[in-house]
Each structure stands twice: as C-alpha cells, then as structure tokens.
C-alpha cells in the first residue's frame, strides 16, 4: 500500500485500516479520536472536516491551527489522515484567503498547544457539557467558513506571526479581551490583533480550567467585534507544541490500549574520578543535603555539577573533592587488611565541608558506621550527623553543622575498571530493631503455650469414687 494513510468510513463497529511503511494496521472507529467534533470547512454538511489524531505520530514537532471568518475563505482538499502541513502550504493558502482589500485578523496565540488538548479536554466522546471550548465550537458554527490544520509543522515560536505579518503588510497589536473595548479600529486598513493566552504549565489552576479561562477570553473578542460589525478572520493556534511524541519511539510498542502515566524522572549518573584513564572513586546520592550553623535552611549540592580537582586514589587511600560555586565536599576514604576476617575493608575516614565565603570547615568522622569490604561498595538510604548519625563531629565546633545525604552510595577501591558500582553492603543490618522485638515476643509466647500446655498433660482424673450405701473411702495420706 506504500506509504500514504488510507481511512474508509463507516459504522461505529466498522474499522479503519491505517498504513505506514508497507504495514497495515486496523483501529475501531471509536478509537479514532475526533477532536472537536464536526468542526465544518464550510456550511456545506457534507464538506465537514474532522480533526483526527493519528496512530502514529512523525517525529515533527507540530500544532493545531484552527482558523474561521466571517467572510468566505478559500476551499482546501481534506488532508490525508497523518499528514503535516508545512508552512510553506500554510503560506499558499494564506495568500488568496488575503489577497485583496483590507483584513481584520484576531490571532490567539496560547502558550502551548497540542490535539491532545482537544482530546482531553474538548468534550469529544459526547459529553458536551464538559467542554472546554464552547465558545471555540459556537464560533466554528456560527461562522460563514472554517479551516482546520490539525498538524502544523512547528518551526518557531515566531513562524505564524511573521507569516501573518508580511500577508497583510501590517504589524501585529497585542490587545487583550479587557482593553479592546477601548480599541478604536481602522477597518480600511489591515489590522493583526494579538491576545496571548496562557497555558496550564507552572499554573496552581488544572489545564481544564486554564483552557476554559481562554475559551472565555475568545467569546468576550469575537462577542465585542460582532457588536461593532466588523468583519474578521480567527485563527487559534500555539506558541509552541505542547506536547511531542515520537514516531520512533511507538513503533516497537504494542498497539492497544494502555494506561496513562507519568514519565518516570531523569536518573543522574554517577559521579566518577578517573586516574590514569580507569575509574577510580565512584560516588551517587540522589540528595546531598547541608545546613550551616548560620541557617536553618537546607541546601542540596546535588542539583549543582562539581569538578573533581584535587582529587586523589592509590591501592590504600582515596580522596574524592567535589569543588561547587560556594561549597567543596570532601570525602576520605582508606582501605586496610584486618587479620579477623582475613579481608580488606575500606572505611570512610572523614567528610569535610568548608564554606567558601567564610572559609570555615565542619570536619565529621564517618569510620564508625560507613564500612565494607574493600571489593564491595557501601550504599545507605540516609547518612546523616544528627538522626542514627552515621557522621559523627570531629569537635565540638561542627556540632551545629548538619549534613543529610539521601540515597547514598560511594566506592574508593576495587572499581576494576568499571563504571558501574560492586555488589553494596547496606547499612541497615540483617536483624532490625523490628525483627529482634518480633522474635523475642513469638519465643515468650511460644514458652507460655509449652508451659499451659504442659500443666494441662499434667491433670490426672480420679479413679476412686465414694459410694453413699457403702463406708467413706479413706485416702491414706501417702497416696
């Protein structure tokens, strides 16, 4: 079938044949999402265009365009389904839609803008009632021509307006749905009215209600321009797309239905000091936390990329300095043979904060707790001075230091010119505090259950009994 998007209408249990790259693939009709439904091009029902988004998704950053006038634009075929227009097709079409006389031009140009927001909040499985762009719909209906563009290729945040600008020779107004009524418009010359609208992101509002607030603002425009009977073309589209899939990236996915979900977060790698080209200390902590005496306030040294001079490594001792813009963490490390075990374990001597401002330094002793063999790593979910310290003060003066290192794991020796960790030995021992309360509860409850159950195997029943007819039965005190 090559390379071209075929689809077939027809009823609700019928299906879609879709193809990319010689592979044809079959999606119900309901699972072809229409995006703000019977969005018409014309008031012709049977030239009504639908916005549909597609199984598959180019790897071309893209946005909805959606534009609507009051006079009559020119006709355009019905794009195949997956098909991108470029703005150089947008630019072609744009130039008989302007070609003569004066234009009044109402570009709303959101933040963000992508066709999932119209699958998600646009009402499209028939519920109405919960759409966010009412108004957008009533205008697209009530208007005498309409063109949709659900996939506009993205180029630049300022592609659309400088396109809008040399169509119409004029430069665009920003205006905004409060101070248009005092707006007084030359409509013998070509006018480029630009209301920004915001999107959802870094907002304490949800994205429905930011696109219901938007939706809201277009009514007030296009409501203030019918009352002064001037005649307009709208064009809602985005700043920047605001969401980007990538083609490649679902094509080795099973097609069906899944569940939505948050992308996972981006994992840091591990810092590692090399010497002589082989890895030498390697240190991860997903936060590094400190609190100087001065402060109560922590500050994580992790979201900061350090530099590693001064850093050192031999067969006995390690020195990882992590220089940062007002900090430096130092941590030393040794490694000895202990006859005991008959192994080499490696400790982590100290860690040293010094302030570089004020040039004090908080100096703590971490060899009472931070220990493994030499060939393992030491990893700890926190490591701290001040809570099952493991960081103890050196003096009396880092007492009011505080460090706090989450997600820990460090290796000074045994890398073995690897770049990942050893096998780790945790901090947290075999038998908890939880652990040892359980067994000795079970152990005195399982005593007093022997002795209860040896009392009871000691009960004996009598074997005499008194008979009223006959003498009482003595029972000499031997027995």
């Keep these: 079938m090559g390379n ?18 010689d592979q044809e693939h079959y999606y119900p009709r309901r699972e072809i999402v229409r995006i703000l439904l019977s969005l018409p091009s014309s008031h012709d029902p049977e030239q009504r265009q639908y916005v549909t988004a597609s199984p598959y998704w180019s790897s071309t950053a893209q946005v909805p365009l959606l534009m609507w006038s009051s006079k009559s634009l020119p006709p355009l075929a019905s794009p195949l389904a997956g098909h991108i227009t470029s703005m150089e097709e947008l630019a072609a079409y744009l130039t008989p839609a302007f070609g003569s006389g004066p234009h009044t031009v109402l570009l709303f140009l959101q933040d963000k803008l992508s066709k999932d927001d119209f699958t998600l909040f646009g009402g499209v499985f028939g519920n109405k009632q919960e759409s966010a762009f009412r108004n957008l719909e009533a205008a697209l209906q009530s208007s005498s021509s309409s063109m949709t563009f659900p996939a506009l290729e993205w180029t630049g945040e300022s592609a659309i307006p400088s396109l809008l600008q040399e169509k119409l020779g004029a430069s665009p107004l920003l205006v905004d749905a409060d101070t248009l009524s005092h707006l007084s418009l030359n409509t013998s010359v070509s006018n480029l009215l630009l209301i920004n609208l915001p999107y959802c992101s870094g907002s304490l509002k949800s994205c429905k209600e930011v696109l219901s607030d938007n939706d809201e603002v277009m009514g007030k425009v296009l409501s203030f321009l019918k009352a002064k009977d001037v005649s307009y073309t709208a064009i809602y589209t985005g700043l920047q797309p605001s969401q980007v ?6 094509l080795n996915q099973q097609v069906g239905r899944t569940l939505l979900q948050a992308p996972g977060a981006v994992v840091r790698p591990p810092i590692i000091y090399n010497m002589s080209g082989a890895p030498c200390i390697m240190l991860w902590a997903q936060s590094l936390l400190i609190s100087l005496p001065s402060s109560s306030e922590w500050i994580d040294l992790a979201a900061e990329s350090p530099s590693l001079s001064r850093s050192m490594c031999n067969s006995t001792n390690s020195m990882l300095v992590l220089n940062f813009v007002n900090y430096t963490l130092s941590f030393a490390m040794s490694q000895r043979f202990y006859p005991v075990s008959a192994r080499n374990w490696f400790t982590l001597d100290s860690v040293q904060l010094q302030v570089h401002q004020t040039g004090q330094t908080g100096s703590f002793i971490g060899s009472r707790g931070i220990y493994a063999p030499a060939e393992y790593s030491f990893r700890c979910q926190s490591v701290s001075s001040f809570r099952d310290a493991l960081l103890i003060p050196s003096n009396q003066n880092t007492t009011q230091w ?5 997600d820990f794991q460090i290796q000074g020796f045994g890398l073995s010119n690897s770049t990942n960790f050893s096998y780790a030995s945790d901090c947290a021992g075999f038998f908890t505090a939880g652990i040892w309360m359980g067994l000795i509860t079970s ?14 195997m000691q009960l004996n029943t009598m074997d005499r009994f008194d008979d009223p007819k006959g003498p009482s039965i003595s029972v000499p005190q031997s027995e």
Excluded: K
């Design 402 to 406: 505080r460090l706090n290192f989450i």
């Design 245 to 250: 899939i990538s083609r490649s990236s679902l």
């Design 4 to 21: 071209t998007a075929h689809t077939v209408t027809g009823g609700d249990d019928q299906r879609w044949p879709c193809s990319w790259s």
């Design 443 to 456: 152990l005195l409850m399982l005593l007093i259950f022997v002795y209860g159950l040896h009392m009871i």
